[in-house]
Every structure is written in C-alpha cells, then in structure tokens.
C-alpha cells in the first residue's frame, strides 16, 4: 500500500497509509490494531466514515482536494460511529486525540513531506 508523510503549519507529523481503491477503503482499519502515534490511514476518495467492526475509538479528518482541513470529527466511536462531509475529498483517520495532540484546526492545509 502506498504511504504518504503529511506535515501540517506547526511541523508534526503523520505517517499515513493511503486506501484508494475500492477493497483498501472499504476494509479501512477494521479489524485492525489501534493506531501508533504520527500513523494513519488517509482513505481517497472519501466523504464519510463508518465505525463498525472498529476495535478503538478515532479522530476524523477531512480535507479537500489540496489538503485543507475542511472538518475534525473527534473521538468517532467504535461500533457506534458515522459521519460525514460532503464537501470533502478525503479522510484522514488517526487514534482518537491525535488530532488535538497534533495541533490540528479547520483551515491548515497538510503537506506532502514524502511520498512513498
């Protein structure tokens, strides 16, 4: 699976495995361990999010076709979760509280620091 390194304006980083077809988005995380810190998995292209079969809460990004963070869903439940942006081109999961850990707001756009 292609992984991408994304930075956001105050320099952390996240280490993300990109789903972009259609198997790899929709098995996504399921079934999967929590997620390390600075790890995600960015799915493409994707406007909402499902949390059944999840094992562990997460923060939800979503950005638009440049990477600009369009909405942050924090602490999406696992089983219980769903949401959704229309406006939104992709997503970003990362473990629940990364987002806050990481600095990350509405407005900032991500960079692409590496491409794998």
């Not at 909402?48 to 999840?54: A, E, G, K, P, Q």
């Not at 869903?73 to 939104?88: I, M, N, Q, T, Y």
Request: some cysteine.
């Amino acid at each position: 699976m292609k992984r991408l390194i994304l930075s956001n304006e105050n320099g952390s980083s996240i280490e993300a495995a990109v789903a972009d077809n259609f198997f790899t988005r929709f098995r996504g995380l399921m079934f999967h361990k929590p997620l390390k810190k600075g790890t995600g998995l960015l799915l493409v292209p994707c406007a909402s999010v499902h949390m059944l079969w999840m094992r562990f809460a997460l923060d939800i990004i979503y950005l638009d076709a440049d990477y600009k963070i369009i909405k942050i869903v924090p602490h999406l439940r696992p089983w219980l979760g769903l949401s959704a942006c229309p406006k939104a081109r992709m997503a970003l999961e990362i473990s629940s509280g990364e987002a806050a850990r990481l600095h990350l707001e509405p407005g900032q756009r991500l960079s692409i620091i590496a491409d794998e």
